[in-house]
Each structure stands twice: as C-alpha cells, then as structure tokens.
Nanobody
Framework: VQLVESGGGSVQTGGSLRLTCAVSGDAGSQYCIVWFRQAPAKEREAVAGLLSSGATWVAPSMEGRFTISRDGASNSVYLQMNSLKPDDTAMYYC????????????????WGQGTQVTVS
C-alpha cells in the first residue's frame, strides 16, 4: 500500500487548501484513512478520518472548517481546509490501516511522506 500526499503550500489567514492522498496498492475502499498533522515541537495529531463504512470524523476543533471525502474512481482521499489559521501550520500526513482501530499514530501501518501547509 502506498500513500502519496499533495496539495500543500503557503496561504494567507482565511485561505483554503485541498490536500489529496493518493492511495494505491492493495488498499481498497475498506481501508480506514486518516489525516494527521504535526507542527514543530508538537505531537502528531489526528485531523480527520474516513472510516471503512464511509462515515467521516473531523476533530472538534476543526469542525466547520475541514471536511474529508473520497473519490472512489481514483481512490483518493481529500482534506478540504477552509478558513485557515496560522495554528494550522504543520506537516500533514495521510495514514491508512485495514482496521479502524482508533486515531492514534500507532493504529496506522501505512504513511505518506507528508505535505507542508504554512498559513501566515
């Protein structure tokens, strides 16, 4: 299973970005895909998740600003981020697991290389 993130960049406060996680290999729609982020000197935290059932989860602090979705045709998972704030500055990673066991980093076996988001 390979995960490749793209779509990061630099934006001003209030701007928007859409991150893409391209999923390839043996991972199908049954996989649990979660977006994490890690800011300098902070722990990696879950931002939004797409469960194998199709249900979605967004961290309470980001509800209303972030949405997660999947394109079944391309097997890509998107993180739409609106009303961005400087506190959203971080490296964003997507992670996958055949089992939706939780939202901690150790629940996920497959990781992308990350894409940087900078909000100023």
């Amino acid at each position: 299973v390979q995960l490749v993130e793209s779509g990061g960049g630099s934006v001003q406060t209030g701007g928007s970005l859409r991150l893409t996680c391209a999923v390839s290999g043996d991972a199908g729609s049954q996989y649990c895909i979660v977006w994490f982020r890690q800011a300098p000197a902070k722990e990696r935290e879950a931002v939004a998740g797409l469960l194998s059932s199709g249900a979605t989860w967004v961290a309470p602090s980001m509800e209303g600003r972030f949405t997660i979705s999947r394109d079944g045709a391309s097997n890509s998972v998107y993180l739409q981020m609106n009303s961005l704030k400087p506190d959203d500055t971080a490296m964003y990673y997507c992670a996958g697991s055949p089992h939706c066991a939780g939202l901690k980093t150790y629940h996920y076996v497959y990781w992308g290389q990350g894409t940087q988001v900078t909000v100023s």
